[in-house]
């Protein structure tokens, strides 16, 4: 665990320059120590471009912001190949996406296409342009943004793209503690014209390096068998809430399965130890299968809150 410190530094780094919102910024550090994919949904002002810029800041790595609209064109993401006359012979030119840490704001408004070309890129960590493919940085992440209110001239994201999220976070408003805190240290910016954090000794090395040290995180087989009921329980709700038997159309794939292992040894790790607990499961799963519940016509209707059936499954599977 030689890179844990390390780790533990730029949590702090990142607490120091973001009030509150501290399940974000873990679950930011644990995407990059799994590889994976983040996608945050909250209300405008809630520090979101704020916390993934520090995040990159932190690990000095380079980022890019992406503002989807509607006439997003996939070149705006992967880059295009441009002719170049002294050569007689086109060339590419790298897109936004070949940055190591990409926000991808108000992500549902784009359309179908540029969905596809993220896609690829998520998944694959690659991007084909002209028929040939280009690989992405190794510490390549995405945490996108959508907005839970406004849903004119937006595009629901598949659920084929949904399911390529690590995590679905959901973010709340602050505290007045957290809130006046906000304003105080907004009002000492002002003042002294810099309240910049001394930014962590982290690098894009010693991430890749610590992704190594939480693979290693022990799980024990009873754990394995929890995570593996508890999925399994989204797709035969009949059995363990008969209350919620008609309110989900399709349960969470195996890759839920992965990801909940994925985030536990994360949370493990960055709780300093070497090895994955229970707690650390029921800690992350809610974020690991929020997205990857499809509700049926009837649990549209009846407004079912997947945060509710979540919370009545975790006591209803038991604890090994």
């Not at 509607?70 to 002294?86: A, S």
């Not at 679905?168 to 003042?191: F, G, K, N, S, W």
Request: charged content about 20%; proline content about 7%.
């Amino acid at each position: 665990m030689e890179q844990q410190a390390r780790i533990l530094e730029l949590r702090h780094y990142l607490e120091g320059v973001i009030v509150g919102q501290h399940r974000l910024l873990d679950r930011l550090i644990v995407s990059l120590l799994t590889g994976g994919h983040v996608l945050v949904e909250g209300l405008p002002g809630l520090a979101k471009t704020l916390s993934i810029k520090t995040l990159a800041s932190g690990v000095h790595a380079g980022f890019q912001r992406i503002q989807f609209t509607p006439d997003l064109l996939p070149g705006d993401l992967t880059g295009t190949e441009i002719y170049n006359p002294v050569s007689h012979g086109f060339e590419f030119r790298a897109g936004p996406l070949f940055h190591e840490i990409v926000l991808a704001d108000e992500i549902n408004r784009a359309p179908a296409k540029v969905q596809s070309a993220l896609l690829e890129a998520m998944q694959e960590q690659q991007v084909t342009v002209g028929g040939t493919s280009h690989p992405l940085p190794p510490l390549f992440m995405v945490m996108a943004t959508q907005n839970p209110l406004e849903q004119a001239g937006t595009y629901p994201l598949p659920e084929a793209q949904l399911d390529r999220f690590l995590m679905h976070v959901e973010l709340q408003y602050p505290t007045a503690d957290e809130e006046l805190e906000i304003m105080r240290r907004d009002r000492a910016r002002l003042l002294s014209g810099n309240n910049a954090a001394a930014e962590p000794l982290v690098t894009v090395d010693t991430i890749l390096a610590a992704r190594k040290e939480v693979v290693a995180v022990h799980i024990a087989p009873e754990l394995e068998q929890y995570i593996v009921a508890l999925v399994g329980a989204t797709r035969a709700l009949e059995k363990w809430l008969p209350d919620y038997a008609d309110v989900i159309e399709v349960g969470a794939s195996p890759r839920a399965s992965l990801a909940i292992a994925q985030v536990a040894t994360a949370e493990a790790y960055l709780q300093g130890r070497d090895y994955v607990i229970p707690d650390d499961i029921l800690a992350v799963a809610p974020d690991c299968l929020r997205h990857r519940l499809v509700l049926s016509m009837a649990g549209l209707m009846k407004k079912t809150d997947r945060n509710e059936l979540l919370a009545q499954l975790l006591k209803a599977v038991p604890i090994p």
